[in-house]
C-alpha cells in the first residue's frame, strides 16, 4: 500500500477545538500527558512502545492541498482557519518514556509541551500508536515469561485487526521478547527474524503424507520441521517424519535444525508420546512446536503438565490481546504556561479517584534497590525538583498517606525515566533497532521483582507523588 499522510489521522473535535482556539486568539503553551490508568491482563506492569512510529508521524505533519479541500467541503471551518492549516507544522517539545521500559500506571509515557493548537492536533494520533503497540507488547511480554525460556514466534497476521495492526502488532511482540516473526513485511521493515514452516495444505496437496514429508525436507534440509496433525498425529504425523528424519540422515544431511510442530489436540499428551517416540527414535535433538489458540494461561498448564514442547507459535490471542483489548491510554491537560514562562498546574476532578489527574509539569524518577538492582518504586515529582541520593528518601501512597517507608541514604539509586525527543519542532532523539529495544526490553525486564511478572496477583509496583506535587495536588482539590 502507498505511503500514507496520516495527518488528518485525528478525532474531528481536535480540529474544531483548533478552530475555536483560532478563532480566539488563544494558542498559549500547554503541557499534555499521555499516560494509563490498569495494567493490561491485570498484571504487575506493562512495556512501552511505538515511540518511533509517534516520531514519523510528528515529524510529518503537514496539511496537503487534498487535506484542506477535504475540510472545506465538510462545511464547518473558515477560509483563514484553512489557510493557518496549510501552513501548519509542529513546533513543540516532547518528552518520552524509551521504547521497551517498564511502565506503570498513572505516569506520563509522553509529555508534550507546545502550543494548544499543536499539543491538541497530536493527541488521537499518539493515543492510536502508543496504545496499540504498548499493549501487544504487554501481552507478550505475558506469554515469554509463561513460557519460561522456550522460544516464543508471533504468528498473528492473518488474525490482527487488519494490516498495520499486523504489521505494527509484530514489531511490539518483538520488542517484547519474540524470537521471531511470521510476518514477512515486518521482517523486511524492522530488520527481525521471520520463522515459519508448511501448512495443512501442503500435506493435502500431495497423494499421502510421507511424499510431503520428504519434498519438503528435500527443499529445506536446514530448516525442516513438519507439521504432524493433518490425519492422525501419533499413528501417521510422527512415524512419517521419523521415518523422513532417518533417510535424511542416512543420506548424509547434517540435521541441524528440524523437528515436529503440533497444531491440534491435547498438546501435553501428545508431545509427550512423540518425544518418546522421537527419542527412541535416536532424534533426542529434535525440537517440538507447539500452536493452536495459545495463550500465557495455556502455556502455565501445560507447563505444570510439563509438556515436553520446545517453542511456542502464537497467533490470535498474542495479536489481538484477546483477554484485554485496549490499552486505555488518555491523554490529559497538566499545565498552562504564563506569560512570565511559569506553568500553572491545571487537575481534572472526578467521582471516580482513579480519574483524577496530576497537575503540573512533571517527570518520573525510577528508585531501584542498589543491592539487587531492582525496581523499588516510581516517584512523579515536578521537573525541576532534585534529588540526592546520599540523603535519606521519603515514599507515602498518594492515597492511603499512612503507608510510608523511608529509604536510607546509600541504599538506592535513581533515574529518570522521561528523555526529550522533539524541541523546538526538531527531533533531537534517534530512535534505537528494534533488536536494539529487545535487547533493552530484557535488561529492564530482569529489574522486576518475581512477585511483579507472576501472571496471577501479581505484586504491584508503587508510583508515589514528590511530597511537593502532593501538596499542590491536595491544594487544587480543596479549592475547586
Known amino acids: 500500500m502507498e505511503k500514507r499522510n496520516l495527518t488528518l489521522l485525528t478525532d474531528l473535535y481536535e480540529l474544531t477545538m483548533m478552530q475555536g482556539y483560532f478563532e480566539k486568539g488563544q494558542n498559549e503553551t500547554v503541557i499534555f500527558d499521555m499516560f494509563y490508568r490498569n495494567n493490561p491482563s491485570n498484571g504487575g506492569y506493562a512495556i512501552c512502545a511505538g515511540l518511533d512510529q509517534v516520531i514519523d508521524y510528528i515529524k510529518n505533519l503537514n496539511f496537503t492541498y487534498e487535506d484542506i479541500e ?3 467541503e465538510l462545511g464547518l471551518f473558515k477560509e483563514d482557519f484553512l489557510t493557518y492549516l496549510g501552513g ?9 518514556i524509551p521504547e521497551g521500559s517498564i511502565i506503570f500506571p498513572k505516569e506520563p509515557l509522553i509529555k508534550v ?9 497530536v493527541e488521537t494520533a499518539i493515543l492510536n500508536i502508543i496504545n496499540h503497540q504498548s499493549l501487544i507488547a504487554t501481552k507478550t511480554s505475558r506469554i515469554v515469561f509463561a513460557a519460561e525460556g522456550d522460544g516464543i514466534m508471533e504468528f498473528g497476521l492473518r488474525r490482527a485487526q487488519g494490516p498495520d495492526a499486523g504489521l505494527y502488532g509484530a514489531r511490539a511482540a518483538m520488542i517484547a521478547g519474540c524470537v521471531g516473526t511470521s510476518n514477512v513485511l515486518a521482517g523486511q521493515l524492522f530488520d527481525v527474524p521471520v520463522l515459519g514452516t ?3 495444505s501442503w500435506i493435502m496437496s500431495f497423494q499421502d503424507e510421507y511424499t510431503a514429508f520428504k519434498y519438503y525436507a528435500d527443499i529445506y534440509p536446514d530448516n525442516c520441521t513438519l507439521l504432524v496433525d493433518t490425519y492422525d498425529t501419533l499413528k501417521s504425523g510422527v512415524p512419517n517424519a521419523i521415518r523422513v528424519f532417518k533417510e535424511m540422515k542416512e543420506a548424509g544431511v547434517s540435521l541441524n535444525r528440524y523437528g515436529i510442530r503440533l497444531d491440534s489436540g491435547d498438546l501435553a499428551y501428545l508431545s509427550k508420546e512423540a518425544r518418546k517416540m522421537l527419542d527412541e527414535a535416536g532424534f533426542t535433538d529434535a525440537k517440538i512446536t507447539a500452536s493452536n489458540d495459545l495463550d500465557e494461561y495455556l502455556l502455565h498448564d501445560l507447563k505444570m503438565q510439563q509438556a515436553k514442547i520446545d517453542s511456542w507459535g502464537i497467533g490470535t490471542h498474542l495479536i489481538t490481546s484477546n483477554d484485554w483489548p485496549s490499552f486505555g491510554g488518555v491523554y490529559k491537560l497538566a499545565a498552562i504556561k504564563e506569560e512570565d514562562g511559569t506553568f500553572i498546574p491545571k487537575i481534572k476532578i472526578s467521582e471516580n479517584r482513579d480519574k483524577i489527574t496530576n497537575p503540573g509539569n512533571k517527570t518520573i524518577h525510577r528508585i531501584y534497590e542498589k543491592e539487587t538492582g531492582k525496581v523499588k518504586a516510581d516517584l512523579i515529582s515536578f521537573e525541576d ?14 492515597i492511603d498517606t499512612w503507608k510510608k517507608t523511608v529509604l536510607k541514604a546509600g541504599t538506592y539509586t535513581m533515574r529518570e525515566m522521561l528523555v526529550p525527543v522533539f524541541i523546538n519542532g526538531s527531533c533531537v532523539y534517534q ?3 528494534v533488536r536494539e529495544i529487545a535487547a533493552y526490553c530484557t535488561k529492564e525486564k530482569e529489574t522486576l521483582w518475581d512477585e511483579t511478572k507472576r501472571l496471577f496477583y501479581p505484586h504491584r509496583v508503587y508510583v508515589d507523588l514528590s511530597k511537593n506535587l502532593y501538596n499542590v495536588k491536595q491544594k487544587l482539590l480543596n479549592t475547586l
Open 385 to 398: 525538583e532534585v534529588f540526592n541520593e546520599d540523603e535519606d528518601l521519603l515514599l507515602f501512597d498518594p
Open 113 to 121: 509541551i507546545a502550543p494548544i493548537m499543536e499539543a491538541q492536533l
Open 431 to 433: 530512535s534505537p533497532s
Open 88 to 96: 501548519f507544522h509542529f513546533t513543540g517539545d516532547v518528552y518520552a
Open 198 to 200: 508448511h501448512a495443512h
Open 70 to 72: 477535504y475540510l472545506r
